[in-house]
């Protein structure tokens, strides 16, 4: 072998535990050279220019888009892969029903043999990153190793990165050791394994986001969940904003939707116009890490620094915030290119233009071209000090007080637009049976529901039924509890007309939340949860007839029957470790239905 391997040691640390463990990962990856990433401006200008002079990057225009760069994918690799994405746990029990499970032996040697040589010819760049505010109790510390000078400048903007993290780590051998190749970009040889016992993650063969930004699915949230399980805290795929009265007061509240149901919407909503005196302010849009204060209440951060979102769909109708957080030093994924270097894509306000290149590289014609033109999946990589709506705390070591927790899925029936849970047990009800309808068509099995607990399908570490104890033991640590509640935006008449417009109307029914934590409103008592009262709901300006309201915020015992019939399936499904408590409370619900629908 003859690699010129530069030294492992690096004038950023001296913590043995990094060093040692990045010399190791060197000798087995064999890369050319070792970069230590120290986060400082003029790094990422190097690395910009080396990624934009090796083609991985292309600037964009930089009179309209200062700072905004351009990348595309390989077409195999543009989403996570949730059926190469493995919980290595020493037994398949822990991983549980909803993960794919690899024995943390097997997942080693398996992996080894790919990374043996991997690097071979290229830099290994070393990238600490604090996930939460620096100096944060509740944040934590990764170093991710990568031979992708990509996932470099996406590490910068998602997460604090470089010698900050080094310092808030000091001596310290508590951090998570991520390693990550792209390899030959083949889903052959593509694996995403998760070691929560190591607090490691190893993953090969992809270069996208969620499969190789290390901090965020795969910390965050699977080794996240399950640090959390160990320590008594919650690592959950929510949202976290600010809601400000015209008073001055501010109630945070914390939402769990699962992926590409408009979290980034929600996060960065705009109230409607006589909403006076009201705002809505970022804390975070995809994940939070929550703990128990000493005033009893949950509190919580944002681990992330900068937003990985959708960019279809994002518009200055849908997200107006958005649409300014990504006018700088944003790196854009597998967009469409404007013939003048702007970025575009499908439902991006206007008309399209007459010519574009399209995610691929190939042109791309109004009228004539029949492929989209960005992926439905293309992504914005933004930083989070952008948003003109972020929150003065978002920062906040402490975190900020939540008041509310919001579960929501995608159901085109039965659910209603908004229901507050009678106690803590029924919230964690509404969360672990949360769910989205597939559509289905191609076999015809309209209104299967796909259940994704708490948000957290493919990203719950461990066993999802003792992620659901977990939930029900942390009521013991939380004297003050936040309120939980459950919504629905995506409800359908019967011709498929969508009930409720949703975006900036969704403060309507986040405002009847707060009423409630206050205690300013009552709510009508139904079988299955607490609803709005028609009074205390607001409906100014709602461009949606009083009927339409009516039928989104219907509870109907029929549905709700066959509905608590499919939770007991989800629940077998579950297994062993389904706790008793929340199939006693499915039994008890469904026993109530059932003597209201006159089955029982
Ligand atoms: C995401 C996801 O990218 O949930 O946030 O898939
Ligand atoms: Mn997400």
């Given amino acids: 072998m003859t690699t010129t391997t530069s030294s492992t040691t690096t004038s950023l640390t001296n913590n043995s535990h990094v060093l040692s463990w990045v010399d190791e990962m060197a000798k087995l990856t064999k890369p ?14 190097r690395l910009t220019e080396l990624a934009v002079s090796q083609g991985v990057l292309e600037p964009l225009n930089q009179q309209k888009l200062p700072g905004c760069y351009y990348s595309r994918s390989n077409p195999n690799d543009v989403a996570r892969v949730e059926h190469l994405t493995f919980i290595c746990t020493p037994t398949k029990e822990e991983a549980g029903p909803t993960n794919n499970w690899m024995a943390p032996d097997e997942g080693y040697a398996k992996l080894s043999r790919l990374f043996d040589g991997s690097m071979k010819g290229r830099t290994m760049y070393v990238v600490p990153y604090v996930m939460g505010p620096v100096g944060s109790p509740m944040s934590k510390v990764g170093v991710e190793l990568t031979d992708s000078v990509y996932v470099v400048l996406n590490m910068r903007i998602m997460t604090r990165m470089g010698k900050q993290a080094l310092d808030h780590l000091g001596p310290s051998p508590d951090f998570n050791r991520g390693l990550h190749s792209t390899l030959d970009v083949n889903p052959e040889r593509r694996f995403i394994c998760h070691f929560p016992q190591d607090n490691t993650i190893w993953s090969i063969g992809s270069g996208y986001g969620g499969n190789v930004l290390l901090g965020k699915k795969c910390l965050a949230l699977r080794i996240g969940s399950y640090l959390g399980q160990k320590e008594g805290w919650l690592a959950e795929h929510m949202l976290i904003l600010g809601v400000e009265n015209p008073q001055g007061e501010t109630f945070y509240v914390a939402a769990a939707f699962p992926s590409a149901c408009g979290k980034t919407n929600f996060a ?104 989209k033109a960005a992926h439905p999946n293309a992504r914005f990589t933004a930083p989070a000090i952008n948003n003109p709506a972020l929150s003065p705390k978002w920062n906040d070591p402490k975190g900020v007080p939540i008041s509310a927790i919001i579960f929501g899925g995608r159901r085109a029936t039965t659910v209603p637009l908004v229901q507050e849970a009678f106690n803590w ?89 707060i009423d409630r934590v206050e205690g300013r409103v009552g709510a009508d008592e139904t079988l299955i949860g607490l609803v709005p009262r028609r009074k205390d709901f607001d409906t100014v300006a709602l461009d949606v007839s009083a009927q339409d309201v009516d039928a989104a915020m219907r509870v109907d015992a029929h549905e709700w029957e066959q509905e608590l019939e499919q939770q007991g399936e989800w629940f077998e499904k579950v297994g062993s470790r389904m706790p008793r408590t929340l199939k006693l409370h499915r039994e008890l619900l469904l026993e109530r239905v059932k003597q209201w629908t006159g089955q029982a």
């Fill in 32 to 45: 050319e050279r070792i970069v230590w990433c120290d986060g400082s401006d003029e790094e990422n200008k």
């Fill in 425 to 513: 047990t029924h919230g964690v009800y509404f969360g672990a049976t949360m769910g989205s309808e597939t559509t289905a068509a191609a076999t015809g099995q309209v209104g299967i529901v796909r259940r994704d607990p708490m948000a957290m399908l493919p990203f719950c570490g461990y066993n999802v039924g003792d992620y659901f104890t977990h939930w029900l033991d942390m009521q013991k640590r939380i004297p003050n509890p936040p309120r939980i509640f459950m919504v629905n935006w995506f409800r359908q008449s019967p011709t498929g007309k969508f009930l409720w417009p949703g975006f900036g109307d969704n403060m309507r029914v986040l405002k009847w939340i």
């Fill in 268 to 371: 960065m909503l705009i109230p409607p116009a006589h909403y006076k005196g009201w705002k809505v302010y970022t804390v975070g849009d995809d994940i939070a890490w929550m703990r128990v204060g000493e005033d009893g209440r949950l509190w919580a951060i944002n681990p992330e620094a900068g937003y990985f979102g959708v960019a279809p769909g994002t518009s200055l109708k849908s997200n107006p915030n958005a649409m300014k957080t990504i006018l700088s030093n944003t790196l854009f994924t597998n967009v469409a290119k404007t013939d003048d270097g702007d970025v575009w894509w499908e439902g991006k306000d206007g008309e399209p233009p007459d010519h574009l290149t399209d995610w691929q590289g190939k042109p791309w014609v109004k009228g004539q071209s029949k492929e």
